[in-house]
């Protein structure tokens, strides 16, 4: 049997740690956010032979704007321009033509055009997204078990998933210039409902087994925790484990968008399966025992 409450110490640590390290690089490097959220423009294209000095001096000469920053990655065959404004239709016109004039493999990928302020709007409605779906996940999972202890522990581990996962693209950001855009967003709510799945999982069993019991102390709930998180464990590693191949496999055949969207649900699954024994269940415990010793004093 997994004695889960007793490692306990070793998981959190270890969460912290991970945490510091992502806030650290939060607040000293902060993130890289696509046009979506910024607002700009953004131009992705295939050319061969490309040069990212010629690039800038075709599109400079066209947005004469001295305030307006030109950024260009290439990735393999895609080259990425990302301007800071949004600019006119003529203008992204006339970048194609001239493009398309230096290099005739020019061939246009992706085009989005943001204006500022629905950048800010798409921020304000991704973050009601977010919390919408946090206080619909405490409600649903209070309703279920009967106690609001249960939903405090899943939604602790789901924004120790969050804040984790957020802090590793931090990370990414600095040293692989990953963006956080919409496909992101998206990464992080379909972690919450996986984290959640696990987590519902073992408080089932958890609720399960004490009802066969008749003693009801601090004890008796750590063995019914080790208990559970045990007879679960393997079932919940197997179903991760099919998700992880999948996950792994398609970023490997992917890149540019794609591959951060599935680094990020890969990494999510990873941290669900984590989260939900060592994290959920191990919350519960703790916030129990404090419960009682303050009845108790």
């Known amino acids: 049997?997994?004695?889960?409450?007793?490692?306990?110490?070793?998981?959190?640590?270890?969460?912290?740690?991970?945490?510091?390290?992502?806030?650290?690089?939060?607040?000293?490097?902060?993130?890289?956010?696509?046009?979506?959220?910024?607002?700009?423009?953004?131009?992705?294209?295939?050319?061969?032979?490309?040069?990212?000095?010629?690039?800038?001096?075709?599109?400079?000469?066209?947005?004469?704007?001295?305030t307006?920053?030109?950024?260009?990655?290439?990735?393999?065959?895609?080259?990425?321009?990302k301007i800071s404004k949004s600019i006119p239709n003529n203008q992204i016109k006339q970048i194609q033509s001239n493009l398309k004039q230096k290099y005739p493999s020019f061939m246009l990928e992706d085009l989005i055009v943001v204006e500022p302020s629905v950048g800010k709007e798409l921020i304000n409605k991704t973050l009601i997204a977010v919390i919408l779906s946090i206080t619909v996940i405490f409600l649903f999972v209070w309703k279920s078990f009967g106690e609001i202890l249960s939903s405090t522990a899943a939604i602790i581990a789901m924004l120790h998933d969050v804040v984790v996962l957020i802090g590793i693209f931090a990370i990414f950001s600095y040293f692989f210039n990953a963006e956080v855009n919409l496909l992101i967003v998206t990464a992080?709510?379909?972690?919450?409902?996986?984290?959640?799945?696990?987590?519902?999982?073992?408080?089932d069993e958890i609720r399960k087994i004490k009802k066969k019991q008749k003693a009801d102390n601090l004890e008796v709930l750590k063995e019914t925790i080790n208990k559970a998180v045990s007879n679960v464990f393997v079932r919940s590693i197997n179903n991760s484990i099919t998700?992880?191949?999948?996950?792994?496999?398609?970023?490997?055949?992917?890149?540019?968008?794609?591959?951060?969207?599935?680094?990020?649900?890969l990494i999510g699954v990873i941290l669900g399966t984590y989260s939900s024994p060592f994290i959920a269940a191990t919350s519960y415990y703790d916030i129990k025992k404090f419960l009682i010793k303050r009845k108790n004093k």
Do not use: C, P
């Open 68 to 81: 307006t920053v030109i950024n260009i990655k290439t990735n393999k065959s895609t080259t990425t321009v």
């Open 188 to 203: 992080i709510l379909t972690l919450l409902s996986f984290s959640l799945y696990d987590t519902i999982v073992i408080f």
């Open 243 to 265: 998700s992880i191949i999948a996950l792994f496999s398609l970023a490997i055949f992917v890149n540019g968008d794609l591959f951060w969207f599935s680094t990020a649900l």
């Open 1 to 66: 049997m997994i004695n889960i409450i007793k490692i306990r110490l070793i998981s959190y640590t270890l969460s912290l740690l991970i945490i510091f390290l992502g806030m650290f690089f939060i607040y000293k490097h902060g993130m890289k956010f696509s046009t979506e959220f910024t607002g700009g423009t953004t131009i992705s294209f295939k050319v061969n032979n490309s040069s990212k000095e010629q690039i800038y001096k075709i599109i400079k000469n066209i947005i004469k704007d001295e």
